[in-house]
């Protein structure tokens, strides 16, 4: 499948694409992809450095009568999100992605295409490998697992980089230049819960929430798609209300930073109320169908009574539980009353599972402002803690503050103008990106993220425009051309 890709332009980079998503690269498991790039940088004869994390720095120098230029740090996560439609079948750990091309478009079958981060990690290896392409010295750095804790970054040491301009590949937008982003900080919640022995005169039902568009849980939170956690505890919580049914499992979700697409829950109810419950459930289809059509197209709703035997929760622990996760918020907390159209401060409640008699429940929760971010985590962490649940958290990391007045900036804004004859949005974005951690070693060092169109990042539905990767391209190129030289 990869085959079309490779004939792309500019094949150099869509080259390197193909062979990079040849390579398992999940969080946390970078090993094989660590490896694929020390042997990249080697096999050009560049300098190649493996630091006490994993991250992957390759050094170049400049090409002829670009000596004296400011050397330029050119920075990508190997890592990607690892999602699936739940009727594909895939070993994301074995596998490489299966890409196809479809109109302007690059995709994956079925599964997250690696878009982000692989274009940028891409578009540096064509730079590194490239015989005729003008630039500064540049210092590549591939760091690991951007997606699930941002570990890379935050173990960096100061003084393994010598530049003075980073140039961060992802942004997902090509009419962007991100100039601050939010951070961000995991928290989870788990405990323990007494079963109850299988009931009798009881129907086993299994509830399953699909369809639903997810995305990005920074990027795409304002666009108010559907979370399956929270619409599958409103249609649990519902039943409650008219049935004594009793739930035996809930499955939610899966990343933190990946808007949740999927839920699947089971039931016991009383067979004497069988055809009114399933009456109920038809309602609710009807009602989430109509509030979500806009966003969720896709968004179904289905029901099946099952065979076999599960222990329900304890009826006290289940209305608690449920309770908890409606009280949790989702989405947006503010936005910026600074910044126009920027989400300040959001949650994703990302994963939920209870299953023998163990639940787990992951949020992410951002913010620009660190003191909010801390404030909503602890609303979050009061609301569990009343459930009788352990909440700890972890992975918590900085937000990037602008500088608008960086020479950079201006380079790149003035240059995208002249270019495309309209003004790029240069932004801050809800997302969290890896500049405000670097910048914690590296605090001199001016800042700027930019890249091309990728839309549905962390789903299925990622896709990366052909066009647009072409565009970003060649901007880049032409930056590399105006980096201004070292002042003394």
């Known amino acids: ?32 992809v660590i490896q694929f790039m020390l042997d990249f940088g ?21 090409t002829s009568g670009m000596e004296n230029k ?22 994301f750990e074995k596998e490489g992605i299966k890409m196809l091309v479809e109109s302007d478009w690059v995709r994956a079958d079925g599964t997250t295409l690696g878009a982000d981060n692989g274009i940028g990690v891409a578009t540096i290896m064509a730079l590194l490998s490239s015989k005729d392409i003008a630039h500064p010295p540049i210092e590549a750095l591939f760091t690991i697992d951007e ?15 010598s530049g003075s301009i980073l140039l961060n590949l992802d942004t997902e937008e090509d009419t962007e230049l991100t100039i601050g982003c939010a951070g961000g900080i995991d928290l989870t919640a788990k405990g323990d819960y007494k079963q109850l022995e299988t009931p009798t005169n009881a129907t086993l039902y299994k509830l399953s929430i699909t369809g639903l568009n997810g995305g990005h849980s920074g990027m795409d939170i304002h666009l108010g798609r559907g979370n399956a956690n929270k619409l599958m505890n409103r249609v649990l919580f519902e039943l409650t209300k008219h049935f004594q049914i009793q739930v035996c499992s809930v499955d939610g979700g899966g990343l933190r930073n990946a808007i949740p697409r999927e839920s699947f829950a089971s039931f016991y109810a009383c067979n004497e109320k069988i055809n009114d419950l399933e009456s109920k459930l038809s309602d609710l289809t009807d009602i ?42 989702n989405g947006i907390y503010r936005m910026s009353p600074d910044v126009e159209d920027l989400v300040q401060t959001s949650n994703n409640l990302a994963r939920v599972l209870v299953k023998d008699g163990k639940y787990e429940i992951l949020c992410l929760t951002r913010s620009s402002v660190d003191s909010e971010k801390m404030d909503l985590a602890n609303a979050i962490q009061s609301t569990f803690e009343l459930l009788g649940a352990s909440v700890s958290s972890s992975g918590t990391y900085p937000g990037w503050e602008p500088k608008p007045d960086a020479a950079i ?12 004859n309209s003004e790029p949005h240069v932004n801050a974005c809800h997302a969290g990106l ?29 896709k990366v425009q ?9 901007y880049l190129l032409d930056t590399l051309k105006r980096i201004p030289e070292v002042t003394t």
């Open 434 to 462: 890896e500049c405000g951690i670097l910048g914690t070693n590296y605090p001199s060092m001016d800042m700027i993220s930019f890249g091309p169109n990728i839309r549905g990042a962390h789903s299925p539905d990622e």
């Open 288 to 329: 989430l169908n109509a509030e979500y059509k806009t966003t969720d197209a896709e968004f179904n709703l289905s029901f099946a009574k099952i065979d076999g035997q599960e222990k329900p929760i304890a009826n006290d622990f289940q209305e608690k539980l449920l309770r908890a996760i409606y009280a949790c918020p």
């Open 1 to 32: 499948m990869s085959e079309a890709v490779r004939q792309l332009q500019p094949q150099a980079l869509w080259n390197h694409f193909a062979d990079l998503n040849a390579v398992p690269r999940p969080s946390k498991k970078e090993e094989r």
């Open 466 to 474: 052909i066009s647009s990767v072409q565009k970003f391209w060649d």
């Open 42 to 62: 080697k096999s050009l004869g560049l300098e190649t450095i493996k630091d006490h994390i994993g991250n992957v720095i390759i050094k170049k120098a400049a």
């Open 70 to 91: 400011q050397t330029i740090v050119m920075q990508s996560h190997l890592d990607m999100v690892h999602q699936k439609n739940a009727d594909t079948q895939f070993e």
């Open 409 to 420: 900036i201006k380079l790149m804004r003035d240059l995208y103008k002249e270019k495309f």
């Open 147 to 161: 997606e699930t804790g941002m570990t890379g970054a935050l173990e960096l040491k100061g003084g393994m980089l």
